[in-house]
């Protein structure tokens, strides 16, 4: 079954917002999302990220914030991870 299957067959992730629904999408093919990555590869700013995480979370997804050190700039950051009894196997 395919990452986009599993999205379509999720009651709760067709109620979320599209921008909210682009972050999913991102975090299941590439395993995480992040503020830089939602910024450059979504056009997504941090606030934004912020308010679709809660959105993301208030729908019934699970979220997992792993807070990271850049190894470069020594700069902190949050990773968001999501899961669900369905799309947790999607992130693979």
């Known amino acids: 079954m ?3 299957t ?6 709760a992730f067709r109620k979320l917002p599209p921008q909210a629904q682009k972050v999913m999408r991102f ?8 503020t830089r990555e939602a910024f450059i ?3 997504i700013g941090q ?5 679709k995480v809660t959105q993301i979370g208030r729908a ?3 979220v997992v914030r792993e807070r990271r050190q850049h190894p ?21």
């Open 60 to 62: 019934g997804f699970r």
């Open 2 to 4: 395919t990452v986009q």
């Open 41 to 43: 590869d979504l056009d």
């Open 27 to 34: 975090a299941a093919q590439n395993g995480s999302i992040s």
């Open 72 to 92: 470069v700039t020594g700069r902190q950051y949050t990773r968001y991870f999501f899961h669900d009894g369905v799309l947790e196997g999607a992130a693979a």
């Open 47 to 51: 606030g934004s990220l912020t308010k």
């Open 6 to 11: 599993l999205f379509t067959e999720n009651a």
